[in-house]
């Protein structure tokens, strides 16, 4: 095994804050975007779709590279085809060309999240994976607490294009550091683990124990995914003023998430199947109390908060669980996980809208519990070897 350094680590984290900052750096700034661009913003939206089929993609279909490349070069090539996706982005005159630019940067973004997970649990020292993979997705806090007033602020002062622009410069450097401080590391076989023939992914779901995980990966994801898609819509409804109010609100979730990220390496891991469940019960609960918590300021932001502390430790649960489960193709295994996140992606919204059409925000986050109900529900009658991986 080989340790990563602190800088490596950081370069780690600094690329999950790329990758979420362009997953989330568009939803804010929809109707400034498509007033440029001369549409409307639902044809602007088709660049997020964009994004999240090509990423649920290129995981799928090119996961095992990180196997067979190894980190340092995936990573680093992944960096470098954001940044020319994003000044694509940049440069662009008509949604097709932005949707075609975000289609780009999911094909690359679909090989470096499993790379980024595989990596930061892969070189943990033996029983502080869950403490590393909590910093690395710290990130994803950075990003959505950043992300968002970042995007309104310099959409407002010097205009959408420039959010690209700093992005793909940062991309660059990330794609620089990559290249030449990220490690070679040894490929899984010669650190002691099984041996054999390389694994694609749909080898890897054959796997005793992945089929399960991944379920309930695809239900955690579609209870958050369709909850959050419509959470900004609730949170003004519900309190009054503007986009202000919801990126407020959002905060709140980003600061639980990162506060656990900081703190799950004391806390303890999850990794045990009745630990798990009874996290999931947990994370159920907190999404009943979000819907009775509509119109509480207080309760309500100590609702967010929790529900950011408690998705931090379900994901990075998932992670490692996925991890042990195959510790010879963590390229693949999270590559699944990429695939199944990004169903949720379009699953979640699509589902809920049902409900947000009809009744509004405040059923979802009780329907979400629901989904959380079912996946613990599961988890409990599943068959032991669960637990090995």
């Not at 660059?172 to 054999?196: C, D, I, S």
């Amino acid at each position: 095994m080989q340790n990563l350094s602190r800088l490596s680590l950081l370069l780690l984290v600094a690329g999950v804050i790329l990758v979420g900052a362009n997953a989330f750096v568009l939803s804010p700034i929809l109707g400034d975007v498509a007033r440029d661009l001369d549409t409307d913003p639902t044809r602007v939206a088709r660049a997020i779709s964009a994004f999240g089929v090509a990423t649920a993609f290129s995981a799928f279909s090119f996961a095992g590279m990180v196997d067979r490349w190894g980190p340092r070069r995936v990573l680093s090539l992944g960096a470098l085809l954001v940044a020319v996706a994003q000044i694509i982005g940049a440069a662009s005159q008509s949604w097709q060309v932005l949707a075609a630019s975000q289609l780009l940067a999911g094909l690359a973004v679909g090989v470096m999240l499993p790379a980024t997970y595989s990596t930061a649990t892969r070189t943990a020292a033996p029983g502080q994976e869950t403490a590393q993979l909590g910093k690395v997705l710290t990130g994803w806090a950075v990003s959505l607490v950043a992300a968002v007033p970042l995007s309104a602020f310099i959409t407002a002062h010097f205009g959408w294009r420039a959010i690209y622009g700093l992005l793909a410069a940062l991309s660059l450097a990330v794609a620089l550091g990559f290249a030449l401080r990220m490690p070679a590391l040894a490929r899984p076989a010669a650190e002691g683990l099984e041996a054999g023939p390389r694994l694609n992914p749909l080898q890897a779901l054959r796997l005793p124990g992945v089929k399960r995980i991944l379920f309930v990966c695809l239900l955690f994801m579609t209870a958050f995914y369709g909850s959050f898609s419509y959470f900004g819509e609730g949170i003004r409804a519900a309190f009054g003023g503007g986009a202000a109010t919801a990126g407020l609100y959002v905060m709140y979730y980003g600061i639980g998430f990162g506060l656990s990220g900081a703190l799950i390496g004391k806390l303890g891991s999850v990794r045990a199947r009745r630990a798990m469940i009874v996290l999931l019960l947990c994370i159920a609960l907190n999404y009943v109390a979000m819907s009775f918590s509509l119109g509480h300021g207080l309760v309500m932001a100590l609702s967010v908060g929790v529900w950011g502390f408690l998705n931090q430790f379900g994901l990075n649960a998932i992670i490692v669980l996925l991890n042990r489960a195959a510790p010879a193709a963590g390229g693949a295994v999270m590559g699944l996980h990429s695939t199944v996140t990004y169903l949720a992606v379009f699953l979640g919204p699509y589902l809920m809208s049902f409900v947000f059409r009809q009744s509004g925000f405040a059923p979802i986050p009780a329907i979400a519990g629901g989904l959380i109900l079912v996946s613990s529900i599961f988890l409990l009658l599943s068959p032991r070897e669960t637990e090995q991986g």
